[in-house]
């Protein structure tokens, strides 16, 4: 414990570097994610092909990977960018293929027959989206997004491979000066578990608010069902 509390300052800036990373690209993925998903269902063949391409390419790439190719390739072109951005950039470019496939997953389990009332009445392809298929997919995105969220909170330990001084890269200095491997990273993992229930307990309670009637009426349900069982008993 005594190397924890020497190091308070230094574990506290890990944590808040790993905060910073997960939450600058979970939700730079989100917006690509989202525009990708738009292109995947667009009436344009060669935007649907782009976004095939690109999610073919970054989904099957390890992050690990693609976090040194960001970090030692680009100023091989001529472009430099800070370590930690380099982090963000890769965990917004491979989270955003997977929200991509969530989204249109998630956009396929509308009836198509509502997307057929909304154009009958006038709207066009994105007024569709905005205002008719995206409200209702919504709640079916909210799981798998919690699931992309875990994934980016995980995958910024590998930020630490490029030198990003976050909770895994302080666990690992402190470790080589102390010799608590055990301790230290129990420390780490006690972060990423933190944050990753945190995500988990953020996206149930959004998934309950948006649900159709809400805890009040899931309540109603429970109530009924619990009648009807005492009655067969």
Request: charged letters at 10%; hydrophobic letters at 50%; proline letters at 5%.
């Amino acid at each position: 414990m005594e190397a924890i509390a020497e190091n308070t300052p230094l574990l506290l800036q890990g944590i808040a570097y790993t905060v910073a990373l997960t939450l600058l690209g979970y939700v730079l993925a989100l917006v690509v994610g989202t525009a990708l998903a738009v292109c995947r269902v667009s009436p344009i063949p060669p935007l649907r092909w782009a976004a095939t391409v690109y999610v073919e390419i970054f989904r099957n790439i390890p992050l690990l990977s693609l976090l040194i190719l960001i970090s030692f390739g680009l100023p091989d072109v001529g472009l430099r960018l800070p370590y930690f951005w380099c982090g963000v950039l890769g965990l917004t470019l491979s989270s955003a293929a997977f929200v991509c496939e969530n989204v249109r997953s998630g956009i396929n389990t509308v009836p198509v027959g509502h997307a057929e009332a909304a154009r009958s009445i006038g709207l066009g392809f994105f007024g569709t989206l905005r205002y008719v298929v995206l409200p209702q997919a919504f709640r079916t995105m909210i799981q798998p997004l919690v699931n992309v969220f875990i994934g980016t909170v995980i995958g910024s330990a590998l930020c630490s491979a490029i030198a990003v001084s976050e909770i895994t890269w302080v666990t690992q200095t402190l470790n080589i000066q102390y010799a608590q491997a055990v301790l230290m990273f129990l420390v780490a993992g006690a972060v990423y578990l933190g944050m990753s229930l945190g995500g988990a307990a953020l996206g149930g309670a959004l998934e309950r608010a948006v649900s159709p009637g809400g805890d009040s009426e899931r309540g109603r349900d429970r109530k009924a069902l619990d009648v009807t069982a005492g009655a067969q008993a």
